[in-house]
């Protein structure tokens, strides 16, 4: 179900599935979502909320999986993928396909303020602290401190937006 500020932007071309489990899609007030974004329930019932005055830039994939929830002010760059899922795969003997999804790790939360590069990977389980910066092409799969810059696969803190 999508629950849309009047004042989000969302293309007409963006790509927004409805849910067979229940997901909630979330969309705060000024928020932008741009064309050619797919917000997809896949893995889990977990919900998408979307803060105020984020955008979501073209080609962006996010899957509900267990949760999602991004916070005031973000800015997601192109191509970025949110997967708050992970597929089982333990037994070699059927098809990972038919085997399910893994656990939660707890879904994905992207707090206040945060930039994502583009092409960066966020994975089940990881939290990005406020005013943080992603940079281009990393993988997130953990705790990211406030206002800390990483980059890299996996990403790796590479200094601060804060006066050291």
């Not at 067979?20 to 998408?48: C, L, N, Q």
């Not at 893994?102 to 994975?123: C, F, K, M």
């Not at 992603?134 to 990403?155: D, K, L, N, Q, R």
């Amino acid at each position: 179900m999508l629950e849309a500020d009047p004042t989000a932007r969302i293309s007409p071309l963006a790509d927004i599935e409805p849910s067979v489990r229940g997901t909630r899609y979330v969309i705060g007030a000024r928020t932008m979502i741009d064309a050619f974004v797919k917000i997809k329930p896949a893995g889990g019932s977990g919900d998408v909320v979307i803060g105020a005055d984020s955008a979501i830039n073209s080609g962006t994939v996010i899957y509900s999986g267990n949760g999602v929830r991004i916070g005031d002010a973000v800015l997601i760059a192109a191509n970025c993928t949110l997967a708050a899922t992970n597929h089982a795969f333990s037994d070699p003997d059927r098809r990972i396909r038919d085997q399910g999804f893994q656990p939660s790790r707890g879904g994905i939360v992207i707090e206040d303020d945060v930039w994502l590069g583009a092409n960066v990977v966020v994975l089940d389980g990881a939290v990005i602290g406020r005013g943080a910066v992603i940079g281009a092409g990393s993988v997130v799969g953990g705790m990211v401190e406030p206002y800390a810059i990483y980059a890299g696969t996996p990403a790796t803190r590479r200094g601060s937006r804060l006066p050291e």
